[in-house]
Each structure stands twice: as structure tokens, then as C-alpha cells.
């Protein structure tokens, strides 16, 4: 099923919204660069479940596109890192952004495992 432009355009603005808040949530309750692995990971375990499952691409707009993309942040964690440099080191800085992508790429890989299983 091919989704119309203007639906698959709400479709990620829904999800996009949606994600923004819940990232927002997250970091009231979860402070510093642990927010962001804590964000990064969630949001790869659930596009790992939305891309193992067979969900059509009207759900895939809004949860993978929208609700994942937005909830999940690159940008804070270039900016964490690069902070991360400058007050602890290259080192330290080299380690949190592997940890991160090591948390990530896990919780995608886990996140379609179980999706795969259970559908």
C-alpha cells in the first residue's frame, strides 16, 4: 500500500511530536549523558520491533519515521561527546560514544529478535 504524501507527511509529524515529548520525559527523569544512551537505545530496540514487524507502511511512517526518528537524538549525542572530549578526554569521550552505538545497534538487533519470535 503506497501512503499519499500529505497522509505520510502527518503520518511522521504525529509520530515526530510524539517522539519530541517522550524524549522530553526522559530527560526529566534521567539526567545527563545517560539520557542520551538510555533515549538512543529505546528508540533503536523500537525501530528494530517496527522494522521486524509486519506493520504496513502507514504504522512504519508514524512509529518508525516519525515516533523513532524524533525520539532517538544524534545531535545531543555529537554534542555530548564532543563535550565529553574536552572535559574528561579523548579517551573517555572515545569510550562513551562506542558504548553508545554498541547500546544502540544491540537494541535494534534485540528489538527485531523479539519481534521476529513473537510474530
Same mark, same amino acid.
Not at 516519525?66 to 554534542?79: E, K, L, P, Y
Given at each position: 500500500?503506497?501512503?499519499?504524501?500529505? #497522509?505520510?507527511? +502527518?503520518?511522521? &509529524?504525529? *509520530?515526530?511530536?510524539?517522539?519530541?515529548? @517522550?524524549? =522530553?520525559?526522559?530527560?526529566? =527523569?534521567?539526567? &545527563?549523558?545517560?539520557?542520551?544512551?538510555?533515549? %538512543?537505545?529505546?528508540?533503536?530496540?523500537?525501530? *528494530?520491533?517496527?522494522?521486524?514487524?509486519?506493520?504496513?507502511?502507514?504504522?512504519?511512517?508514524?512509529?518508525?519515521?516519525? @515516533?523513532? &526518528?524524533?525520539?532517538?537524538? @544524534?545531535?545531543?549525542?555529537?554534542?555530548?561527546?564532543?563535550? /565529553? +572530549?574536552?572535559?574528561?578526554? +579523548?579517551?573517555?569521550? +572515545?569510550?562513551?560514544?562506542?558504548? %553508545?552505538?554498541?547500546?544502540?545497534? /544491540?537494541? @535494534? #538487533? #534485540? *528489538?527485531?529478535?523479539?519481534?521476529?519470535?513473537?510474530?
Amino acid at each position: 500500500m503506497t501512503v499519499q504524501p500529505l #497522509l505520510a507527511t +502527518a503520518l511522521v &509529524g504525529v *509520530g515526530g511530536a510524539l517522539g519530541a515529548v @517522550f524524549r =522530553h520525559v526522559v530527560g526529566l =527523569h534521567v539526567e &545527563g549523558r545517560r539520557s542520551v544512551l538510555v533515549v %538512543n537505545a529505546l528508540g533503536s530496540f523500537a525501530l *528494530g520491533a517496527v522494522s521486524a514487524a509486519p506493520i504496513g507502511s502507514t504504522a512504519t511512517l508514524l512509529l518508525g519515521v516519525g @515516533f523513532c &526518528g524524533a525520539f532517538t537524538t @544524534f545531535s545531543s549525542f555529537a554534542v555530548g561527546t564532543v563535550r /565529553a +572530549a574536552s572535559e574528561t578526554g +579523548a579517551r573517555a569521550a +572515545a569510550g562513551i560514544a562506542a558504548s %553508545n552505538l554498541a547500546a544502540a545497534l /544491540a537494541a @535494534f #538487533l #534485540l *528489538g527485531t529478535l523479539l519481534t521476529g519470535r513473537l510474530l
